[in-house]
């Protein structure tokens, strides 16, 4: 597996809150949120939790879910003692590579794709409002490009209580290429445009590189962070 990452804080955050990182088969991004850099704090500190994982455990899913309470935990005891960070919060999606399968989970509303013989797939569901009334049929697709709400989330780490990642397992072949993403390049890139850009390109790097760098061109109105794997 091949493995190309790219980051931009955007044309108007002052601040990155994305982070992201690979080990292995592992790869993890996070889209964090919160004043005073409280985002970046939380996304910095679920990916660190993640990439410790023993990914040799018989049950991933079961200790990826683990893993995630406990950073869910240390979420909540970071903001009782550091005031300005409270509310802190990130969305996480998580994907692990095995010779058959692909293992894929995710909390919030950051993407996992996989390209497979020139077709794109999205493999995971926003944990959105705009989402839910999307899939409920509530407003259109189109409508949720511009709804006021579209922000809010309906799941996320640092919240009170359990948390449960929503995980899903695809099989694998070859020549498959993955990508995991922020919102910030999901908003200023349609899934057709997805499609197209993560077929072209000869290394992983540089097709991070290029769906980042057209997000940005497009407006750069968040974060916007890219992992893309060639299987």
């Given at each position: 597996m091949k493995v190309g990452m790219a980051s931009h804080v955007g044309k108007v955050r002052a601040v990155n809150e994305d982070s992201m990182g690979w080990k292995g088969t592992l790869l993890v991004l996070a889209d964090g949120m919160g004043g005073h850099?409280?985002?970046e704090v939380a996304s910095a500190l679920v990916v660190e939790k993640v990439l410790a994982l023993d990914t040799t455990e018989p049950d991933f899913k079961t200790a990826l879910t683990s893993v995630l309470n406990?950073?869910?935990q240390d979420l909540l005891n970071y903001a009782k003692?550091?005031?300005e960070c409270k509310g802190m919060g990130t969305t996480v999606v998580v994907v692990q590579v095995e010779a058959d399968q692909i293992n894929v989970a995710h909390i919030g509303d950051s993407r996992a794709y996989l390209w497979r013989a020139g077709h794109c797939f999205q493999l995971t569901r926003d944990h959105s409002l705009v989402a839910e009334l999307v899939r409920s049929g509530g407003i259109t697709e189109d409508e949720a490009k511009n709804h006021p709400q579209r922000n809010v989330?309906?799941?996320?780490?640092g919240t009170v209580g359990p948390v449960e990642p929503e995980y899903r397992e695809f099989a694998v072949q070859a020549g498959d290429r993955l990508l995991l993403c922020s919102d910030g390049l999901t908003?200023?890139?349609?899934?057709?445009?997805i499609e197209e850009f993560l077929g072209q390109g000869d290394s992983p790097q540089e097709v991070a590189d290029c769906l980042v760098a057209v997000a940005n061109d497009r407006g750069g109105i968040d974060n916007i962070s890219a992992i893309v794997a060639f299987l």
């Amino acid at each position: 597996m091949k493995v190309g990452m790219a980051s931009h804080v955007g044309k108007v955050r002052a601040v990155n809150e994305d982070s992201m990182g690979w080990k292995g088969t592992l790869l993890v991004l996070a889209d964090g949120m919160g004043g005073h850099r409280a985002g970046e704090v939380a996304s910095a500190l679920v990916v660190e939790k993640v990439l410790a994982l023993d990914t040799t455990e018989p049950d991933f899913k079961t200790a990826l879910t683990s893993v995630l309470n406990l950073a869910n935990q240390d979420l909540l005891n970071y903001a009782k003692t550091h005031q300005e960070c409270k509310g802190m919060g990130t969305t996480v999606v998580v994907v692990q590579v095995e010779a058959d399968q692909i293992n894929v989970a995710h909390i919030g509303d950051s993407r996992a794709y996989l390209w497979r013989a020139g077709h794109c797939f999205q493999l995971t569901r926003d944990h959105s409002l705009v989402a839910e009334l999307v899939r409920s049929g509530g407003i259109t697709e189109d409508e949720a490009k511009n709804h006021p709400q579209r922000n809010v989330l309906t799941r996320a780490l640092g919240t009170v209580g359990p948390v449960e990642p929503e995980y899903r397992e695809f099989a694998v072949q070859a020549g498959d290429r993955l990508l995991l993403c922020s919102d910030g390049l999901t908003v200023m890139l349609s899934n057709r445009e997805i499609e197209e850009f993560l077929g072209q390109g000869d290394s992983p790097q540089e097709v991070a590189d290029c769906l980042v760098a057209v997000a940005n061109d497009r407006g750069g109105i968040d974060n916007i962070s890219a992992i893309v794997a060639f299987l």
